[in-house]
């Protein structure tokens, strides 16, 4: 490669690595106890205790669980039902109407097996953890703070990939490892350029997961206004039922008609995730490797008849993807302490780029350094 190419992509590496290493930094230091924000949930609002009984103690109907869950809440309406993963809980989202904005809902966690309330709580008392999900997720700008993360995460691979390209011919000049210790600044360029070859290859991971992520809003509005307008456009326009059919029916009902599946959460009628008619039981893979592909069957929720059933589209599958992978949810402790570790020595990488290019820019002698990975202009 000439000089002249190698300077090109300096430029390039300098300019995008400088728009968005204090977003990134942003993003690695919330980043950080969400990858363990279950055992931080669970730790701040403490283990719910069930009630102890044989391990074959007969589950109650779900019909029952939401009439115990209605009947704590007067006068709301179910909107979601979801069930917990390794427990037989399930949780039911009211609210005073259909329409009702995410601060005015309330949620019933019950015990299946006693149909018995086991926590309540309401929406708008926002802990801890919301608040740092919301502010690595959008910043509290909701879809233009989403959009505004998606781009600088491809500013991030942008400098990852021309980051590879300017070090690797300086590379090959040094054993791998090397770190210069003659003077403090030549330290801090090797240990930089170091952690970032070795944090590398989840760096694209976790950004480009990052950026699938961030396109979640407008996936799903894609995903309802086609996929989901053609499985209830036969009942445009009718009104949410006020008797309805058998909950317990519907999700035995939507089971049987994909074997091998498990209901993860229910969207009743008139809700976003369903339509004014329907029961939306959606289900997911019973084994980990099939976990996150998500089924959707629309159960008439007047008869409790099936109507449609269909899997999800491959924009959708993708975006279910990557979701625990950008977190380190799949495999358990041992892949999240990884993922926190990764995510420690990124944060190091990116601080080390801001201090080398803040003391680049207070030495009186103009030099270019090469560089690696995310460092920022020097």
């Not at 589950?59 to 917990?84: I, N, Q, W, Y």
């Not at 090397?178 to 070859?197: E, F, M, Q, S």
Request: hydrophobic share 50%; net charge negative.
């Amino acid at each position: 490669m000439t000089n002249g190419a190698i300077r090109a992509w300096y430029q390039v590496h300098k300019w995008t690595s400088l728009v968005c290493t204090v977003f990134l930094l942003m993003l690695c230091i919330t980043g950080l106890p969400l990858i363990f924000h279950e055992e931080i949930d669970h730790l701040l609002e403490g283990e719910q205790t069930l009630t102890a009984l044989p391990a074959d103690t007969p589950m109650r109907s779900l019909d029952e669980a939401l009439a115990t869950a209605l009947k704590a809440h007067p006068g709301e309406v179910p909107l979601f039902m979801s069930f917990d993963e390794d427990r037989p809980v399930v949780n039911v989202t009211t609210a005073l109407s259909v329409t009702s904005p995410v601060e005015a809902m309330n949620f019933t966690s019950l015990d299946l097996r006693t149909a018995e309330i086991v926590a309540q709580g309401n929406f708008a008392t926002d802990g801890v953890m919301d608040f740092i999900l919301q502010l690595h997720i959008d910043m509290f700008l909701g879809l233009k703070g989403e959009l505004f993360l998606g781009f600088m995460g491809l500013l991030f691979f942008t400098a990852l990939v021309s980051g590879v390209v300017v070090y690797a011919p300086f590379m090959r000049r040094l054993n791998f490892g090397t770190v210069r210790a003659a003077r403090p600044r030549l330290k801090w360029l090797d240990t930089h350029n170091l952690i970032g070859v070795v944090t590398l290859m989840w760096a694209v991971v976790v950004g480009l997961t990052g950026v699938i992520n961030t396109l979640a809003t407008p996936l799903t509005d894609y995903w309802r206004f086609t996929e989901l307008a053609d499985m209830i456009a036969p009942y445009e326009g009718q009104p949410v039922p006020t008797q309805m059919s058998s909950l317990n029916e519907a999700v035995l009902i939507a089971k049987a008609a994909a074997p091998g599946t498990r209901p993860q959460f229910v969207a009743f009628p008139g809700v976003r995730f369903s339509s004014n008619h329907h029961y939306a039981v959606w289900l997911k893979g019973a084994t980990p490797a099939t976990e996150q592909i998500l089924t959707p069957a629309l159960i008439d929720a007047t008869n409790g008849t099936l109507t449609d059933i269909r899997k999800m589209p491959w924009y959708m599958l993708a975006l279910r993807l990557s979701q625990p992978l950008h977190f380190g949810d799949y495999g358990g402790m041992p892949m999240k302490i990884l993922w926190a570790l990764l995510d420690i020595a990124t944060i190091i990488m990116l601080s080390t780029g801001v201090w080398l290019w803040l003391a680049k820019r207070k030495s009186s002698t103009p030099r270019i350094a090469v560089t690696a990975q995310v460092k920022p202009a020097e």
